[in-house]
């Protein structure tokens, strides 16, 4: 499978914008898509992720209440609504899918090339 994310860019604090991420093969019930972001210097660390079948979502600390993940199945596309933008939020923002959920990148299968972010104060 082929992950394709878009949608970074460049926007100031506060604002908000919309990541995607197209699958290139059918997503099924028991996958999990999950957002993932690394910033210069730092490790790769979850953001958020969602289970297919179910819909049900996760978020790490940093980001509960201000992003927001969802999916649209008939169009295999996970999105990632982020809102209140912050400049801790600069990084590079990368689309996995695993086979169960998890916080950790190693149990992710699949990952997208990354869409960078940078949130300017």
């Known amino acids: 499978v082929q992950l394709q994310a878009s949608g970074g860019g460049l926007v100031q604090a506060g604002d908000s914008l919309r990541l995607s991420c197209a699958a290139s093969t059918r997503t099924f019930s028991s996958h999990v898509m999950g957002w993932f972001r690394q910033a210069p210097g730092k490790e790769r660390e979850f953001v958020s992720a969602i289970r297919w079948g179910t819909g049900a979502t996760y978020y790490a600390g940093s980001v509960k209440g201000r992003f927001t993940i969802s999916r649209d199945k008939a169009e295999n596309t996970v999105y990632l609504q982020m809102n209140s933008l912050k400049p801790e939020d600069t990084a590079v923002y990368y689309c996995?899918?695993?086979?169960?959920?998890?916080?950790?990148?190693?149990?992710?299968?699949?990952w997208g090339q990354g869409t960078e972010l940078t949130v300017s104060s």
């Open positions: 996995a899918r695993a086979n169960s959920y998890d916080t950790s990148p190693n149990n992710y299968q699949h």
